[in-house]
């Protein structure tokens, strides 16, 4: 799990999850990392399936879409200025997403190992902790470090 090419903003102000998730669309467009498809298919994925996910004392959100979207795997975290509302998975409320991890894979299969692992670190109060409280300069590592170094 450790191909991923991972992005990192911090102090991004939004004015609600479909202005991050338009970011998000617009910034994998242009790294090159998405289709052209893939904004729109961001928007529409985030509708039917919410990603706000609530945690211990904490929210994230976690938006994807499907692969045939994405020309390479990638992470894109943002830690925003303050939180966005995004609407909870399982729930009908909205929920202050203190942290955004996009998801792009090129093969279904890795979104499910992805969340299964990530899920798996966010149970953990330290990491989530961890990613918010590191300088930027630091968060790339901090997370490459948790989630996609091999298991030893």
């Not at 090419?5 to 939004?14: H, P």
């Not at 939180?83 to 998801?103: K, M, N, R, S, Y």
């Given at each position: ?14 004015v609600d999850a479909e202005e991050a998730l338009n970011h998000i669309g ?127």
């Open positions: 799990m450790h191909n991923y090419r991972l992005l990192v903003s911090s102090g991004l102000s939004f617009q910034k994998m467009v242009r790294d090159g990392i998405c289709r052209d498809s893939y904004p729109a298919a961001l928007l529409e994925r985030e509708a039917a399936y919410p990603t706000g996910i609530a945690l211990d004392g904490h929210a994230v959100a976690i938006p994807h879409c499907d692969a045939s979207h994405a020309v390479e795997p990638a992470i894109y975290l943002i830690r925003p200025a303050s939180p966005v509302q995004f609407q909870q998975a399982d729930d009908d409320g909205t929920i202050g997403a203190e942290l955004i991890i996009a998801l792009v894979v090129t093969h279904p299969e890795q979104q499910l190992n992805l969340l299964k692992a990530l899920f798996g670190q966010l149970q953990q109060p330290e990491f989530i902790e961890s990613l918010l409280s590191a300088p930027e300069s630091e968060l790339a590592d901090c997370f490459t470090h948790r989630l996609l170094a091999p298991a030893a």
